[in-house]
């Protein structure tokens, strides 16, 4: 805190433990699926892939929060490992979608429990009305920041 109290309380800021809960989650993430030879990047990938078949590198970075350079990168290791396939030529345009293989799909099954428990460790200690509550103001926070 800045001298002359005119800093930020962080022990009362919603932004700074927003932003610490998210660093812990991401950490207890990484956790459970650096065993299973993966990033939280490579797994949110597998998952949008998993949800919407067909997205773009421009459509995957953005969804998983990294950069198009990023996703490009990891989408070529994911192709080459198996992961996912995408076609050699662009159907339309210059974007070549990308969907999952068998062996992506096997992957991303064993990464989902893992997370899975991840989230459910973080929410042991609230109701189902507390978790309901909790969405529904993080989804109202989110609104307001992209107004």
């Known amino acids: 805190m800045s001298q002359g109290g005119a800093g930020i309380d ?3 800021s919603l932004g700074y433990l927003l932003k610490e809960a998210s660093s812990a989650l991401r950490t207890a993430m990484e ?3 650096r065993p299973l030879g993966m990033s939280v990047t490579h797994y949110s990938c597998l998952e949008l892939l998993a949800q919407r078949p067909g997205l773009s590198n421009s459509e995957l970075a953005r969804g998983a929060f990294v950069t198009r ?3 490009n ?3 070529q290791a994911l192709e080459r490992d198996d992961y996912v ?3 050699a030529a662009a159907p339309v345009g210059k974007v070549l979608p990308a969907r999952l293989t068998p062996r992506g799909r096997r992957s991303l ?3 989902t429990v893992a997370v899975r428990s991840v989230e459910v460790r973080m929410l042991a ?3 189902e009305e507390d978790q309901a509550e909790a969405l529904r103001l993080l989804r109202s926070m989110v609104r307001s920041l992209r107004a």
């Open 31 to 33: 956790e459970v699926l």
């Open 73 to 75: 990168t990891l989408l």
């Open 85 to 87: 396939t995408r076609p």
């Open 10 to 12: 962080l022990e009362k």
């Open 69 to 71: 350079q990023s996703m």
């Open 125 to 127: 200690g609230l109701s």
């Open 109 to 111: 099954e064993k990464a």
